[in-house]
């Protein structure tokens, strides 16, 4: 099964408005990455945390982690239209660099 | 920056056809690549890893002889769907570690999206 699990599903709200999004992970994890997807198109990487790490900013982007509960969260401030998009967690499984194991995603939409 | 490309973006083709995509990496060399399945409003699910100069290594379920992988060189891979049916339809993603980071931090190409009739 896929490693992490995002919620919510759908998330729906207006510019302007913070959107966050949470990810559930199974089994301990060297760092986690958020990936965005634009309908129909491949992924872009966001940000990375590391498992060392508790809290990451990047721009309107802040990602937190805690590892005792095995969770992420994704937070975008001041959201605007162009944001509309899925987004992913991931996860490495095994020792291969790269080889990652995305949750079922959060679609948001977000409303001029 | 770097770029992963990837093609065709879209292909339909008849059952029993075998259909071949292409991953390119543009301007760094990836002797790793991935590759992706993606059902509508669905997470991706791996496939398989593609390893320059070797073979590659299956996913549990994922069938080998259904999907074959090349990875001819440092900057190719390919995916070959052999004798298509429908349930084949997917988007198919490829992408490559990037080699500015040792974090597992992967590009991606914009996808393939197949439709079997």
């Known amino acids: 099964s896929q490693q992490g699990e995002e919620d919510p599903q759908a998330l729906s709200i207006q510019e302007g408005e913070n959107a966050t999004m949470n990810c559930s992970y199974k089994?301990?994890?060297?760092?986690l990455q958020w990936y965005r997807q634009n309908s129909g198109r491949g992924l872009v990487h966001l940000i990375l945390?590391?498992?060392?790490?508790r809290e990451k900013h990047s721009g309107r982007l802040r990602v937190t982690l805690d590892t005792s509960k095995k969770s992420s969260s994704l937070l975008i401030t001041a959201s605007r239209a162009a944001d509309t998009a899925s987004y992913f967690c991931?996860?490495?499984?095994?020792?291969?660099?790269?080889?990652?194991?995305f949750g079922r995603g959060t679609q948001l939409t977000v409303w001029p | 920056g770097a770029v992963v490309s990837q093609h065709p973006s879209w292909v339909i083709c008849k059952s029993g056809t075998s259909v071949k995509i292409e991953c390119r990496s543009l301007?760094?060399?990836?002797?790793?690549m991935f590759w992706y399945r993606q059902f509508p409003k669905q997470s991706l699910m791996l496939m398989a890893t593609?390893?320059?100069?070797?073979?590659?290594?299956?996913e549990q379920g994922v069938e080998k002889d259904k999907f074959l992988i090349n990875h001819a060189s440092l900057t190719l891979s390919t995916l070959t769907v052999t004798s298509a049916h429908p349930e084949d339809s997917s988007f198919y993603i490829c992408?490559?570690?990037?080699?500015?980071?040792?974090?597992?931090?992967?590009?991606f190409g914009e996808g393939s999206r197949l439709t079997v009739l």
């Open positions: 992408s490559a570690p990037n080699p500015g980071q040792q974090t597992g931090e992967l590009f």
């Open positions: 089994t301990s994890i060297n760092n």
């Open positions: 945390i590391r498992s060392n790490e």
């Open positions: 991931a996860t490495a499984r095994g020792s291969t660099l790269g080889r990652l194991y």
């Open positions: 301007d760094f060399q990836a002797t790793t």
């Open positions: 593609s390893n320059e100069g070797s073979k590659a290594t299956y």
